[in-house]
């Protein structure tokens, strides 16, 4: 059983005065490791928005070496 799990959210964000982010073409993901020893307390979140999926950005693949080397430090 691991300690440190990885979990994803995505949706349009929101701004303040209850406008949604209608303007935006993509939604925001964000993956975030969690501790299930402290009430799945969020150690860490790894966001992607918009124009990062051309840059090469990988939130998902970061969340998870974290969560590894959490893995490795904290049994």
Known sequence: MTRFK?????GWGVR???HGASGR???AA???VLDSANC???VREFRLEGN?????GDPEAAARAFAGSLEERYP
């Open 30 to 32: 964000a993956w975030q």
């Open 6 to 10: 990885v979990t994803s959210i995505s």
């Open 52 to 56: 990062q999926r051309r840059r090469g």
């Open 16 to 18: 303040q005065g209850g």
């Open 25 to 27: 073409k993509q939604t």
């Open 40 to 42: 799945f307390h969020i």
